[in-house]
């Protein structure tokens, strides 16, 4: 083994434990201001760096809320995957969707919620961000995939683009309305039922 290789593979995990420390610092900041007015400076004292380290690991401020995305997504999506181990039909897999991202938005708060999932709609989304990296649509996607196979829902739907569908549609609707608005609970029942409603074949009675 090249002496190299132990030196790499040192400032690699300290790269690493860096990007950590500056996404901790500016998910804070990012918390208590918003987006828009959060203060580099106080994200850089904060992590202990300087700020051209900070723009090194996060070129621009919907890089840091990307990988934030990303790393939530992963969480996300492990505890999507133990659910996804028992037995279930394709309108307890959305279900469970929006109980994850409803706690989601309970952790975050209002306002860096809305600025996260506000990525999803932005022109200035990174170019590098691309849908088939996000492994809650690839997940649901693969269980709508299932349901075709079963003949749950129509042959011809799109899998991916339903699951894509599926999670702006929830996106657009939770930011648009407050986690404390009247109703709000029903209105995301009737979301699931909707969504349901488009991908499934109707059943016929027997006569």
């Known amino acids: 083994m090249s002496a190299v290789e132990p030196t790499t593979n040192k400032h690699e995990a300290q790269r690493r434990k860096t990007r950590e420390r500056v996404l901790d610092a500016a998910i804070v900041e990012f918390t208590r201001a918003g987006t828009a007015a959060a203060d580099i400076k106080a994200v850089v004292k904060?992590?202990?760096?300087?700020?051209?380290?900070?723009?090194?690991?996060?070129?621009?401020?919907?890089?840091?809320?990307?990988?934030?995305?990303?790393?939530?997504?992963?969480?996300?999506?492990?505890?999507?995957?133990?659910?996804?181990?028992?037995?279930?039909?394709?309108?307890?897999v959305f279900n469970e969707i929006v109980r994850l991202v409803v706690d989601l938005e309970d952790r975050w708060g209002g306002v860096l919620f809305r600025d996260v999932i506000g990525l999803y709609f932005s022109p200035t989304r990174p170019e590098d961000d691309e849908w088939t990296d996000h492994p809650t649509i690839v997940l649901l996607a693969g269980e709508i995939v299932r349901a075709r196979n079963r003949g749950d829902v129509f042959s011809d739907v799109d899998a991916f683009h339903s699951a894509v569908f599926f999670l702006l549609g929830l996106y657009a609707?939770?930011?648009?309305?407050?986690?404390?608005?009247?109703?709000?609970?029903?209105?995301?029942?009737?979301?699931?039922?909707?969504?349901?409603?488009?991908?499934?074949?109707?059943v016929v009675s027997p006569a």
């Open 46 to 92: 904060a992590a202990g760096v300087s700020r051209g380290t900070f723009y090194f690991h996060f070129p621009t401020r919907e890089h840091v809320l990307l990988e934030l995305i990303r790393r939530e997504e992963a969480r996300i999506a492990g505890e999507l995957g133990t659910f996804l181990d028992s037995p279930h039909g394709l309108e307890e």
């Open 173 to 202: 609707l939770l930011t648009t309305m407050r986690s404390n608005a009247p109703g709000r609970g029903g209105l995301l029942m009737k979301f699931v039922a909707s969504e349901l409603r488009s991908l499934r074949t109707e």
